[in-house]
Nanobody, 115 residues
């Protein structure tokens, strides 16, 4: 049974930064491509960043240049460094495999960007 637990969200002002963490249980973590997703109110969940087991990354155009995804396979943890945050980044952020496994979705962590 794989569990993914997100943390690090909060309320910040535009232009500030946050670092999200996703701790995974189970050895499957290091085998799969992992991603950070987000879902804003009234919108569909979207993939914002992905990272392969070997470290190759990809980003949605909306976050490219501002967000950085990384992983520590020894710690079974994936991170999302978010800089220059904008109000439109406000959402619940989730981590999961890419593509997302239905049974792996966790509670997510709320990120609110507001002045």
């Amino acid at each position: 049974q794989v569990q993914l637990v997100e943390s690090g969200g909060g309320l910040v002002q535009p232009g500030e930064s946050l670092r999200l963490s996703c701790a995974a249980s189970g050895s499957v973590f290091r085998l799969f491509r992992m991603g950070w997703y987000r879902q804003a109110p009234g919108k569909q969940r979207e993939l914002v960043a992905g990272i392969a087991s070997g470290g190759n990354t990809n980003y949605a155009d909306s976050v490219k240049g501002r967000f950085t995804i990384s992983r520590d396979n020894a710690k079974n943890t994936v991170y999302l460094q978010m800089n220059s945050l904008k109000p439109e980044d406000t959402a619940v952020y989730y981590c999961n495999t890419v593509p997302g496994m239905v049974s792996y979705w966790g509670q997510g962590t709320q990120v609110t960007v507001s002045s």
